[in-house]
């Protein structure tokens, strides 16, 4: 059974930089593809970032683009969220979430795998 845990998050100040780790466990890492997604308080799930499987092509959502780099390393079955010139708006519970497809898909339902989140807040 797949097994993802997030870590990395916490308080920081705006303009400043975080990096999530999301590590993947109980399957064969390169064959899926991996997003970000974050949630804030009384707002939907929303899709940030994903990396897809085999070629590590990126694609990211346009409120982060230029900001957040989404990486993965295949030796150490982990994929990262490098966060810099955070803003109070990027306050969210973020998780990491993966298919088995070459698809880049930023509908949350689309994903089969989730690990359980971790909290970023920028304060203001």
Same mark, same amino acid.
């Given at each position: ?26 399957? %064969?890492?390169? !064959?899926?593809?991996? =997003?970000? +997604?974050?949630?804030?308080? &009384?707002?939907?799930?929303?899709? /940030? ?9 990126? %694609?990211?959502? !346009?409120?982060?683009? =230029?900001? +957040?780099?989404?990486?993965? &390393?295949?030796?150490?079955?982990? /994929? ?45």
């Amino acid at each position: 059974q797949v097994r993802m845990v997030e870590s990395g998050g916490g308080l920081v100040q705006d303009g400043g930089s975080l990096r999530l780790s999301c590590v993947f466990s109980g399957r %064969t890492f390169s !064959d899926y593809t991996v =997003g970000w +997604f974050r949630q804030a308080p &009384s707002k939907e799930r929303e899709f /940030v970032a994903a990396i897809r499987r085999y070629s590590a092509t990126e %694609t990211y959502a !346009d409120s982060v683009k =230029g900001r +957040f780099t989404i990486s993965r &390393s295949y030796a150490l079955n982990t /994929v990262y969220l490098q966060m810099n010139s955070l803003k109070p708006e990027d306050t969210a519970v973020y998780y990491c979430a993966a298919h088995t497809t070459s698809t880049f898909y930023y509908d949350s339902k689309r994903y089969d795998y989730w690990g359980q989140g971790t909290q970023v807040t920028v304060s203001s």
